[in-house]
């Protein structure tokens, strides 16, 4: 028996931030892998697809949510008589003629993904807990060779409240809870020693969402336990969605199709060359009571790990915490930028590290802007420069401020008067999108409000030798002075240069954050 569970947006974080003891047990009785990578783009259709097809879009030709053989874009690579990629399902029904097949889901466009006359229990339900209350009892039943339960609350919950977030990590250990009745039931038929689990995720999430290009968004948890599984092991090979399905049909001995390009996940089967490599335990990440970034205060900074029991042993000297790293004893009051990187122990055993980038800026009360930006990209206006939050590397995710053939010229307002040292400014450099670094920054101060001084320059050799493609931030360091006002001016490039394929157009330049230190 193989029971597949699909959580829906489960992240790595996530996993690890939940207290999750059925998922925790499940790891013990076998491995888990935080090597795992989707498909792209990193949504749930293509994924899912992935997941039971054994290949990826540019095969399966499922590319987005809602997919139909109807309704598709790019043709999959061999199709049965209905117009569907072979899938896990119908692989066992062919080799397999008299296997039992369920698949149980509370999401309805991923029933239309597959061939359904291949399989014995197709039932949708309009939320999880239905669904592991239809699910258990056929199990025990009927006894089947594969069963999906997919659940996409986590998803939904990421959406509205944030990846990550407290009601986020809720939904993760409501979820292990329903997993845990189902392994109460095996346990209680005395067949829980016979099944083999995979419980693996679709994709993470950034903020509110995902599809994008991110570490955060393609890597995901993935789990198996079972009979010849290793145990209590994290597997260190590379591994990736579509690889699911090729590890379903070598569990069962059968072939898998030619068109399918996955690979059975033998880093976890005992025995085998790539799991003897595998020798690391799962050591549970500690994750801090406050993120990394930009912050005008002193803030407290505490670790925690879920389960506890574990040591939590740091460093702020920019080194990666090994066994002879200071322990940490509780919350560390930040007063000036430091990055702190933690990792729990357990004996020998590492967890993930976490890091920490705390920069501790001093409040600004209030900025204006010589010339306005573009209205195509206004960000928030002028506060989007001091509003403590760094843009990504796409000049369309609305934290920057983009000036068309014009210069930069800000003044910034501290709150109340104080010592200033550095000022740190963030630029982008796409040159392909016509967006250029600047060709001088200069920084003047004033304790009056009245009469400025310069404080210090950088000129465009400088810049050009510091620069590189995507995000920037160029820093003046000087003497410290107490300052009340601030004005930083940034000169636009003004027209594409010689050799540029807009050579002559208008230019632009992207500033996202000024940081007074």
Not at 98 to 121: C, K, P, S, T, V
Not at 137 to 147: A, F, K, Q
Not at 171 to 190: F, H
Not at 196 to 210: E, L, P, Q, R
Request: proline content about 6%; overall charge negative.
């Amino acid at each position: 028996m193989i029971i597949l569970i699909g959580i829906d947006g489960m992240s790595i974080p996530g996993f690890q931030m939940a207290a999750t003891p059925n998922m925790d047990e499940l790891v013990r009785n076998g491995a888990l892998s935080f090597n795992t990578r989707g498909v792209m783009p990193t949504v749930s259709g293509p994924n899912w697809a992935s997941h039971l097809m054994g290949a990826g879009p540019e095969q399966h030709g499922v590319t987005f949510n809602g997919w139909t053989p109807e309704n598709i874009i790019l043709h999959p690579t061999k199709t049965d008589e209905k117009g569907y990629f072979h899938s896990v399902f119908t692989v066992i029904r062919e080799q397999m003629p008299r296997a039992r097949l369920g698949f149980f889901y509370d999401w309805d466009a991923l029933g239309e993904m597959f061939n359904a006359g291949n399989i014995d229990r197709l039932d949708f339900s309009g939320f999880y807990d239905e669904t592991f209350r239809k699910a258990i009892p056929w199990v025990l039943e009927h006894r089947p060779e594969l069963t999906f339960i997919y659940i996409g609350n986590p998803d939904e919950v990421g959406h509205q409240y944030k990846w990550e977030s407290a009601e986020y990590v809720r939904s993760l250990e409501e979820v292990d809870l329903a997993i845990g009745e189902l392994m109460d039931a095996l346990k209680e038929a005395r067949l829980f020693d016979r099944v083999h689990f995979i419980v693996a995720s679709d994709h993470g999430g950034i903020d509110y969402g995902h599809g994008g290009v991110s570490m955060e968004e393609i890597q995901v948890p993935w789990i198996i336990s079972g009979p010849g599984v290793i145990r209590n092991r994290m597997i260190g090979q590379a591994n990736d969605n579509f690889n699911t399905a090729s590890t379903i049909v070598a569990l069962l001995g059968l072939r898998q199709p030619w068109e399918w390009i996955g690979r059975p996940a033998r880093g976890a089967f005992d025995g085998t060359a790539m799991a003897k490599e595998n020798r690391r335990v799962y050591v549970p990440q500690p994750f801090g009571t406050i993120a990394g970034g930009i912050y005008d205060a002193d803030m407290a900074l505490d670790f925690t790990v879920v389960p506890g029991g574990y040591d939590i042993r740091y460093t702020l000297d920019g080194s990666v915490p090994d066994g002879s790293s200071p322990l940490w004893e509780g919350p560390l009051l930040l007063s000036q930028s430091a990055v702190v990187h933690a990792a729990a122990f357990d004996g020998e055993h590492k967890s993930m590290v976490s890091s920490i980038d705390y920069v501790r800026v001093l409040p600004v009360e209030s900025i204006s802007l010589q010339s306005p930006a573009s209205p195509l990209y206004p960000g928030k206006g002028p506060a989007t420069l001091i509003d403590r939050q760094k843009a990504s590397g796409s000049f369309t995710d609305g934290k920057w401020l983009g000036f068309q053939s014009s210069d930069l010229e800000a003044t910034l307002t501290l709150r109340e008067a104080g010592e200033v040292a550095s000022i740190i400014v963030g630029y982008l450099y796409t040159p392909g999108s016509w967006i250029f670094e600047p060709q001088a920054l200069t920084i003047s101060g004033s304790a009056d409000g009245k009469t400025f001084n310069v404080l210090g320059a950088i000129d465009k050799a400088a810049i050009v030798d510091l620069r590189a493609g995507g995000r920037n931030e160029l820093t003046i360091a000087f003497e410290p002075v107490v300052l009340k006002t601030i004005k930083v001016t940034a000169t636009n490039i003004g027209v594409c240069p010689p050799g540029h394929a807009g050579e002559g157009e208008p230019a632009w330049l992207f500033v996202d954050e000024i940081m007074v230190r």
